[in-house]
C-alpha cells in the first residue's frame, strides 16, 4: 500500500461525501396549483350558427370549453353552476 493508494482512497471518500452531502439538500417545496378564474366574453353565434335548437345548449358548453382550453392552455375546465344554468335556460 503506497501512498498514492491513501490518496486514491480519499479521493474516493470525498466523492461519496459530496454525493450524500448533496442528496441531503433539500429541494424547495412544490407549489399547490390553485384554480383560476378568469372573465371572457364569448360571441357564441360564432359556434352555434345554423344548430337546431335541442342541439344548442350542449354545443355551446363544448364551445365554451373549447375556447377556454384554448386561451387557458391547459385541459381542466371546470364551467361555474350560474354559466352552466344560463346556458341551458
Known sequence: FGS?????CDRRLGAVQSAAMAKTVKKPAR???EPVTRDYTIHLHKYLHKTQFKKRA???I???RRFAAKVMMTQDIRIDTKLNKFVWS
Open 31 to 33: 407549489k399547490t396549483q
Open 62 to 64: 363544448r364551445a365554451i
Open 58 to 60: 350542449p354545443r355551446a
Open 4 to 8: 498514492s493508494c491513501t490518496r486514491g
